[in-house]
Nanobody, 125 residues
C-alpha cells in the first residue's frame, strides 16, 4: 500500500483546509488515519476512519472542527479542517493499517505499517 497526502498550506486562524490521502493497493479492510507532528513534539493522533465500516475516531482537540470522510471508489480519505487554530500547525501524515477494534491501537503511530509523505499545515494568528 502506498499513500500520498496533499492539501496543506498557509492559512489564517479561523480558515479551513481539506487534506486528501490517496491510497494505492488493496485497502478494503484497512483504516486510514491522520496524524500530525508539530515542531519539537511527538506525532499525535488526529482522526481515523475505517474503509470497511462506519467507525470514526477523533482526538478531543479537533472534535466539532475537523471531519474525516472517505471515498472508497477513489481509495481516498479526506480531512476537512474548519476553524483552524495556530495550535493546529503541524505536518499532517496519513497512515494505513488493517482495521482493528481497539482504539488504543488505532490511535498509536507505532502500529501503522504504511505512511504518506506528510503535508505541512501552517495556521497564522
Amino acid at each position: 500500500v502506498q499513500l500520498q497526502a496533499y492539501g496543506g498550506g498557509l492559512v489564517q486562524a479561523g480558515d479551513s483546509l481539506r487534506l486528501s490521502c490517496v491510497a494505492s493497493g488493496r485497502t478494503f479492510r484497512y483504516v486510514m488515519t491522520w496524524f500530525r507532528q508539530a515542531p519539537g513534539k511527538e506525532r499525535e493522533f488526529v482522526a481515523a476512519i475505517s474503509l470497511s465500516t462506519d467507525s470514526i475516531y477523533y482526538t478531543d482537540s479537533v472534535k466539532g472542527r475537523f471531519t474525516i470522510s472517505k471515498d472508497n471508489a477513489k481509495n481516498t480519505a479526506y480531512l476537512e479542517m474548519n476553524s483552524l487554530k495556530p495550535d493546529d500547525t503541524a505536518v499532517y501524515y496519513c497512515a494505513a493499517r488493517l482495521w482493528v477494534r481497539q482504539p488504543e491501537i488505532l490511535k498509536s503511530p507505532r502500529y501503522y505499517n504504511y505512511w504518506g509523505q506528510g503535508t505541512l499545515v501552517t495556521v497564522s494568528s
